[in-house]
């Protein structure tokens, strides 16, 4: 018997669990100040509605529908469709050798944070204390410093995920709540601070005229693919624990919607934040404002030590945030790829999960070494512009125009609350394919015109090329590889 979710909601609460992430505190809030700040909620939602949320029920529905992993559920739907399941599969593989790794930076910076160890240089404490950052292109040793916590992120994952759906769906009791409230928290300290409303202004203040922008869409569009985690086989993976007759759209409207509103408040933590360091330096806002790893290890814990009131006890909460936000997103990464093993060779969930934790384990290694950062980045840059464009555009191309956008449509509205019409057909087999044809040729445009910065460029060409290549051949032979059925028999194409 295939495992199952073992309360109403957990599918939901993990899914939201595996949505909000790091990408919630420091990409979103950054991406609205600069893409024409409150503006930009225009076409985000736009976004949201047309693309994201139709591709989320879509992944829903092929994970309930077809009671399997990404390529399970994919080879279910029709034969052969299971090699884009394994790129999505490897994609995660991909991103959770490197997301554990920032967890692991959250751990560090947690233990910092009692006594505000990084002080009012954190840039300096960052690179020079905590990665002992080496040129690009070097490995040159491990520094307990990232070591340490990295073993630690992977034995938390590692128990997690061998405890089944069942220990999943506890867990994420704890990890998917835990964060909304220390964002409150964190978000109410800064709206009392000093300044906060001018960070606000910056965050928020509207600029119309972005509206007008192609590359403000860009921007609205990518950061939904990115901050609903669509097209890495996860919430196929997670609806595949679902009963048959499980709500589709409602439960994709929940999902998108938690995870919207923890990336808004997110901002107003961040934004009132930066206002206020911005007062107590005496520059202007935008001279602090930062994302991405700059953001929570440079800019925030800089902001913290200027704190007037128990400082080391907002370090410690937004630590235990970054954590937590990570922690359910790369839980999730593993638990796609753990499932699409499971499925594919009859393992049992001990061995698959030791099998993969400790190969994820390994291959992210190279992420804790001196000159893990350059290589982090890197690969982060290559899955985020085309993996996950390439696997979204292939599974719509595939099961809307193949499979049949009507069908999954039928099937949804057969067993869901919210009913569904033709706008869902529209947007799988017209909008969100030609959507991420302009992101993946932009990527590579864009890659093309100005390589990435600070980079050798022979490291920007071998990782691009090991990333992909690697995708391409190790899918191909996932693909196969001979499936051993086992209790369940192949469902076949049921029309
Ligand atoms: N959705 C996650 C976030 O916002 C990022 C993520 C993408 C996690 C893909 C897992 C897989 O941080």
């Known amino acids: 018997m295939r495992e199952r979710w073992t309360w109403r909601g957990a599918f939901v609460v993990a899914a939201v669990g595996s949505a909000v992430g790091l990408g919630n505190i420091w990409r979103f809030p950054y991406v609205v100040y600069d893409s024409g700040g409150g503006a930009f909620l225009i076409p985000f939602v736009i976004a949201l509605l047309t693309a994201g949320i139709p591709l989320m029920m879509l992944e829903f529905t092929l994970g309930q529908r077809f009671a399997g992993a990404a390529p399970r559920a994919l080879e279910r739907a029709k034969k052969g469709f299971e090699y884009v399941g394994w790129w999505a599969v490897l994609c995660g593989f991909g991103i959770v050798t490197y997301y554990t790794v920032i ?29 002992q950052l080496a040129d690009p292109g070097q490995l040159a040793g491990f520094p307990l410093d990232t070591l340490l916590p990295y073993i630690i992120g992977w034995i938390c994952i590692f128990f997690i995920i061998y405890s089944g759906v069942k ?32 960070g606000m202004n910056f965050y928020l203040a509207p600029d119309f005229s972005a509206i007008f922008d192609a590359s403000v869409w860009i921007a609205a569009y990518g950061q939904v693919f990115y901050t609903l985690s669509l097209a890495m086989g996860i919430l196929i993976a997670y609806a595949s ?23 808004f408040l997110a901002g107003i933590a961040v934004f009132s934040t930066t206002g206020y360091m911005a007062y107590q330096l005496d520059v202007p806002v935008g001279e602090v404002v930062a994302s991405g790893v700059g953001l929570a290890f440079v800019a925030y814990p800089e902001a913290i030590s200027l704190m007037p009131v128990a400082p080391e006890l907002i370090g410690v909460l ?49 992420f804790v070494t001196r000159g893990g950062l350059f290589w982090l980045d890197l690969v982060d840059f290559y899955i985020m512009s085309y993996g996950l ?18 069908r999954i449509r039928g099937y949804i509205n057969e067993i869901s609350e919210v009913y569904v019409g033709i706008w869902f057909d529209i947007c799988i087999k017209f909008i969100t394919p030609i959507i991420l044809t302009v ?31 690697a995708i391409l051949i190790v899918g191909y032979f996932f693909m196969k590889a001979r499936t051993r059925e086992a209790e369940e028999p192949e469902e076949g194409e049921v029309s």
Not at 114 to 121: A, H, N, R, S, Y
Not at 171 to 198: C, K, Q, S, Y
Not at 389 to 406: M, R, S
Not at 449 to 457: A, D, K, N
């Open 389 to 406: 464009t390439v696997v979204g555009l292939f599974t719509c191309i595939l099961v809307g125009w193949v499979y049949g956008a009507d």
């Open 167 to 198: 220990g999943l769906g506890r867990v994420v009791m704890v990890t998917v709540p835990l964060p909304f409230i220390l964002i409150l928290i964190l978000m109410i300290r800064g709206l009392t601070l000093e300044g906060a409303m001018d």
């Open 318 to 366: 937004f630590f235990i945030t970054i954590f937590t936000l990570g922690l359910d997103s790369a839980f999730s990464l593993t638990e796609g790829i753990v499932c699409a093993i499971m499925d594919k060779f009859n393992m049992k969930r001990s061995q698959a999960t030791v099998l993969i934790s400790v190969l994820a384990f390994l291959v992210g290694l190279v």
């Open 241 to 263: 624990y679902l009963p048959k007759n499980s709500d589709i759209s409602n439960n994709a409207f929940m999902t998108s919607f938690a995870d919207c509103l923890v990336a």
């Open 103 to 131: 967890l692991g930076w959250s751990l560090r910076y947690l233990v910092g944070a009692f006594t505000l160890e990084w002080g009012e240089e954190a840039g300096d404490y960052f690179f020079g204390r905590v990665l």
């Open 439 to 469: 992101l993946l040729v932009l990527n590579i445009y864009e890659n093309i015109i100005s390589p990435y910065e600070g980079y050798p460029g022979w490291m920007q060409l071998v990782g691009g090329v090991i990333v992909m290549a």
